[in-house]
Each structure stands twice: as C-alpha cells, then as structure tokens.
C-alpha cells in the first residue's frame, strides 16, 4: 500500500456541547459537475468511519465525546483509494491531540483495525505491507519517486460484493515483497512482473465500465494499468509527473467522447515523508 498525494482535510475542534457534530463538504473534483458521480453514499451521520472512529476512541480513553469535525472530501468513494480509512486515522489523531489523550500510534491504529481494515496501514506514514485482514503493517524501503494517474468510472462498486466473487490464483501470492523492492531500486520497468490484483476479474465481471476503463488507460499510453484496490478506480504508474499527464489527457478526453463513463481523472505523485506530504493529515482546533 503506497500513499499518494490525493487527500481528503480533517479539521476538529473541542466543542462546548457533548456529542459529535459531523460537517461534510466537497472540494476538487467532487465539488465541481461530477460531484454526483464521484461523491457516492457519503454518509453525514453517526455511521461515517470519522464519527465511529471518534467515539470509540472516547469508549476506550473514557472521556465525553465533544467534538466537532469538518471534512472535506476530495477522494472519490466507492473507488478503493482508502478516502473513508484516512479520514478515519486523521480524525484519531486529531481527536487525541483535541482531548489529551497522549497515546503512541500503535494504540491508535488498534483502535481503528476495529472500524475497517485498511485504517492502521494510514500510520506507518509510508508504504508498507499490509498482512492479515489489514492490522499487520510492516513499512517497506522508500520508493523511487513515481508519479500515476488514477482514473475513477462513474459508478462505485461494494467492497465486499468484490471480495465475494473474487478466487485468489495462489501462484500470485507473497509477491509483495518482490515489488517493493523493486519500486524502490529499479523503478518502474522491473517491478512491472510483480503487479497482479487477484480482485480485478471480479471488478472487471460487475463492473463493466472498469473493463472498458482499464482498455482506455493501455490505448491512452499507460502500462500495465491495474484496479486500484478493490475499485472501481483503475491507476497506472509512470516515471514523471509529465508523462502522467500526457496519459490522463488522453483518457479525459476518452471519457468524454464515451459520454463520461469516467469523470474523475487524476494525476499524482506516490509520497514519501518528507516530500510535502503527511498522512494522516489533520489539524486541530
């Protein structure tokens, strides 16, 4: 799992008043035409990953949960980028600063293994390798710095409607390794034969504009193009910012000339810390 530079802001604020005011806003691309597209089913109430996040941190800290919480989203969501997980880890470590809580972040990210998997990998602040259903994090050596374009369709897909259908080809496993090693000393090109994502034929069967988005990333010039998680976002990694926006030129402008399957076209670069980037990113009030 590698953080990108696509974010999503948490701001909190210690409130006068008990409980959890949640405030959701849009930015980016999601608050431009295809917000509608692109900003799918984010919940404002008590069942957004943020709001759970904050009181079950207050169960275990045994403090009143007070609270307000602004998050703007700019991640697509049903497209397997991990927007509701960060935002989850950002509002953890803003609340425990909000609250005195001085706990390590190996507590915190405990905390959030119990509101979704993909939660603790947002504080080991690097790429690393996710084990086990998610909780088991091991960070990996710093990566050659890449760029990418991540590509969303204009439809979402369930996580675990995805993992359902999904059989696993045993032969591609335990290859994490082998492609961490080589992003971070050869680049791109050797890491291409380490590149596999066992949930991409199930993507690609309930989805098919996933199929035909994976096609117009390869026509467009990207190489091995792949499902972002368990989509319905599709990514494709290229060695400069440049060539990344050559490529998301070219497949903008297939999505328009299909009627806007795809909406959300993104060019970004793969972060590292201390390259301008921090997850998770929080402020508090």
Known sequence: MVPVTLHDVVRVRPAAAPGIRLTVRF?????????????RDVPTDDTNLVVRAVRLLAAEAGVEP??????VKAIPSGAGLGGGS????AVLRAAATAWNIDWPADRLAAIGAAIGSDVP??????????????EQVEPVPALRSLAAVIACPAVGLSTAAVYGRCTPDAGHRGMAWQLAEALAGGGLRPALQFMDNALEPPARQ??????????ALARAGAVAPRLTGSGSAC????????????????????????????????VVRLAEPGRGVQLPRATGG
Request: aromatic share 8%; glycine share 14%.
């Open 27 to 39: 930015g980016g691309r999601l608050a431009g035409p295809h917000a509608a597209a692109l900003a």
């Open 66 to 71: 007070r609270l307000d919480i602004d998050l």
């Open 86 to 89: 960060s935002d989850a880890a």
């Open 121 to 134: 990998w947002f504080f080991a602040g690097g790429p690393a390798i996710a084990r086990g259903r998610g």
């Open 206 to 215: 309930l989805c098919p504009d996933v199929d035909r988005l994976l096609t």
């Open 235 to 266: 990514f494709a990694l290229t060695r400069t910012v440049a060539e990344a926006r050559s490529v998301a030129a070219r497949v903008a402008a297939a999505g328009v000339a299909s009627g806007g399957r795809w909406p959300g076209v993104f």
